[in-house]
Structure formats: C-alpha cells, structure tokens
C-alpha cells in the first residue's frame, strides 16, 4: 500500500475502541472499553486517521479501498507485553514433572528449568533462534496480537545475551509486528556462575559493567528485567542491577512476586518501574505500594494455569486499590507454552474475574502503557498507529467466552497486513 492510499475498515457489528486517555486506566475507568456500533476506522500509511460512522468516513475518502468486516468485531490489536519468544526446544520433561508434584523452582535447582532453555539457546545458531521465533509470532499474530515484547534471558553469557536481542532486533525489521525488546539478563544466575563461591556476585558485576553497557551501546533493549524472586535474585542484587540498568537508559521492569512474596511489587513502585509482572504472591503492602505508584500490575493467568499452583494473582483486590492491570501470555518454554492472546482474555475473566471490558483494556491499553506506548497503540483513535484486527464474532465479550476458539480474521499492525 503507497502512503497515499487510504483504507477504510467498515460494516463492522461492534467495534471495540478503547478510546480515552493515552495512559494506563485504573478503577472504573477499566470497565469502559467504548464499544461502538456503526463506527469504521480510515488508516492511511502507519496511522489511523479517523474512526467514524461508516457513512462519515465513505463521505471524506471516496476513493478508500474498503476492507469489509463482515459484522464481525473490529478492535485495537492486542498488546502482548510480557513474552520470552526467542527460545530453542519444548521442556516437555519439567511439565510432567511438575505433574507428579515437583515445584517449579526445584527443577531450577535440580539445572532444569530456565537452566535447561540456557543450555539449548547457545548451542543454536543465530539463524535457528530466529526460524524458530517466527512461528511463534506468527500465531500471536493469528489471534489478533500486534505489538509484542520480547525478553532475552536464555543466553546468560554477555554474548549469548547480545545474540538472543539482535534475534529480537532482526524479528523487529523484519516486521509487521511492533517488536519492543527486553534484557532479561538477570533470569537466572548461570549455572558456571552458581558453582563459584564468589559466583552470584560475579554474575551480577558481568551484568552492571559488561552486559548493560554493551546494550546501551547497540541499543538493543528499551527495558531491563529482573526475576526477583526468592531463590533467583532478591530485592537488594535487584536494586542494584535495575538501578545500573537505568543509569544506562533502559526503563525497567521486573518479574515481581510470582511464586512468593519477597517485597518485590515495593521495590518495583520504589524504582518507579514501568510494570511489575506476574505477582501471584504480593502482599498487601505490595498492592498498597503499586496503587499508590505509576506502575502497571501485568498478570500473566496463564503462568499460574500451568504450573498447576491453583492460585492466581489478587486482581479484583489489585483493581479496587487502583492499580492499574494490564494481561500478558507470558510466551515461554516452561510455565506458558501459550501462544493464543485471546485465551488470556479468557482465563482474565474466568480465573482473574475482570469483566470483558477490564479483559479488553488488559490487553490493549494498558498492556500498551506497560511497554510506555499508551500513546502510540492499543486505541482506536486518530493519530494512533493502525494496530488492529477484525474478528469474527458479532459481540466483544465472544473473545473470552469461546474459549481456545480462533476469531481473529485480520490483524493489521502499523497498516500492513500480517499474513497470518
Ligand atoms: O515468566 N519466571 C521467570 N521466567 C519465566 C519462566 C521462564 C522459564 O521457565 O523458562 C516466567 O514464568
Ligand atoms: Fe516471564
């Protein structure tokens, strides 16, 4: 499509703009999703330029190509703002382990786990990293995904690390998909690191002086994230690691709470962090320090699903303090094999118990504000980059309900078409 040509999405049942404040929503303001009738979106180059009656908008661009909706819903294109796309092989073996009761961060300890994606990822190719990555963002894409982070974090050598993000950076050019890149460095401490008496601290000065300034230099990442976790890294090497990361231009996030409480979600409003992700264990201190922040809560239901733990983050008491929840896959070899967005709407209403509407701006406006792109997408509006979908349901609440069912008919992200 030249720049000139304008393209008009209309005769649509609903259309799901999520319109209002370029911010993250909070409160009540997640209940309204501005579902409208009737109304199309023109996106002319890499923006929408208007969202309209149909009429309206046939009215100013007579000469519009027209994609035709077919009733169905057409919507911002989903957000997947926490993901670990670039990895090797499947771990089969932990998920069935973890069936006959061993946890999660035993089989860590045992040198599976994260270690055993580690041991994988460098002994690949840059070439098969990023052959096996496309798939993956081809089928988020199928279901109406179009904005995607991505974390390195297998690699956990400086090299393997600046591997795994120029993979990402590759995947980014390569396009459609809006690609937003994450050091994840501090997932783990290698095992070589673990064997050393000096080990951990080693691993996090390679860190803060070797990995962190060598992505900075490459600007490879836009953030930096931390497993803080007890058992992986605590709250005092997480200050300083995202602390360094900062001083070298990355905005941070964290993994945050995810199995225990270890003052994570505190530390994450402390260092004013974009988000603060999983949270399944936070504390009410925790919830009192996020509401009182300008940090997003990313929970990621599919994670606790998976690992079979029968719990799930505290949403609706997260929501009533007035924090701000956005919804992720959490794409990754151990605890979230889940490359369908749509089914994490599903479990956010079923598991989480947010309304469709929250589940909706879960996923696109505040998963946007959680990448600090609330401006640029997760909205249909003017001056929005043209990230949408059409999917093939006459109601937005079908994307939760039809649970593992494939709506997505289109997706489009900065106005081009994903082939899907
Ligand atoms: O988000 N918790 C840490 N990282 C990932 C899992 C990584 C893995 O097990 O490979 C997560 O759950
Ligand atoms: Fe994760």
């Known amino acids: 499509m030249s720049d000139g040509t304008v393209t008009l999405f209309v005769n649509a049942a609903q259309t799901v703009t999520c319109a209002g404040p370029a911010r993250a929503r909070r409160d009540t303001e997640m209940q309204d999703a501005a579902v409208q009738a009737g ?15 149909d009429a309206a908008l046939r009215g100013r661009y007579p000469d519009a190509v027209e994609i035709d909706c077919d009733r169905g819903v057409l919507a911002p294109g989903f957000v997947d703002s926490h993901t670990h796309t670039v990895f090797g092989r499947a771990r089969y073996e932990e998920h069935e382990l973890r069936a ?19 041991r994988d990822l460098r002994a690949r190719s840059d070439d098969e990293l990023y052959s096996v990555a496309v798939p993956r963002l081809r089928a988020l894409a199928a279901g109406g995904v179009t ?98 990361a900062r001083s070298h231009g990355m905005d941070l996030k964290l993994h945050a709470d995810e199995l225990h409480d270890g003052g994570a979600a505190m ?22 320090a996020l509401a009182a922040s300008s940090t997003v809560a990313t929970l990621l239901p599919a994670t606790m699903l998976f690992l079979g733990t029968g719990r799930q983050a ?55 504000a959680a990448l600090g792109l609330a ?23 079908a994307l939760p309900y039809w649970f593992g069912e494939r709506l997505c008919r289109v997706a489009w992200a900065r106005g081009r078409a994903c082939h899907l």
């Open 39 to 53: 109304v199309g979106v023109a996106v002319q180059g890499e923006r929408i330029v208007a969202v309209d009656h």
């Open 314 to 368: 505290p949403a609706r008491a997260m929501i009533d303090a007035g924090i701000a929840i956005a919804v992720a896959t959490d794409l990754n070899p151990g605890t979230s094999p889940l490359q369908s967005f749509p089914l994490v709407l599903t479990l956010a209403v079923s598991q989480l118990r947010l309304s469709a509407a929250e589940a909706w701006i879960a996923g696109t406006v505040n998963g946007a």
């Open 147 to 244: 904005t995607v982070e991505i974390k390195s974090g297998y690699g956990l050598t400086v090299h393997d690390e600046l591997r795994s993000l120029r993979v990402i950076a590759r995947l980014a050019d390569a396009g459609p998909l809006n690609i937003v890149p994450t050091c994840l460095g501090a997932h783990e401490v290698p095992l070589e690191y673990r064997e050393r008496p000096d080990g951990r601290a080693a691993w996090i000065d390679c860190l803060t002086n070797e990995l962190y300034p060598a992505v900075a230099a490459e600007r490879l990442a836009r953030f930096a994230d931390v497993f803080c976790e007890p058992g992986v890294f605590t709250v005092p090497e997480t200050r300083r690691l995202l602390t360094a």
């Open 100 to 118: 006959t009761g061993v946890p999660y961060l035993e089989i860590a300890r045992r040198g599976g786990g994260i270690h055993a994606s580690v």
């Open 375 to 397: 401006g640029e997408t997760g909205q249909l509006r003017q001056g929005f980059r043209a990230d949408l979908a059409v999917h093939a349901a006459d109601d937005f609440r």
């Open 267 to 288: 530390l994450a409003a402390e260092l004013g962090a974009v988000s603060a992700d999983h949270l399944a264990a936070i504390s009410p201190e925790g919830i009192a």
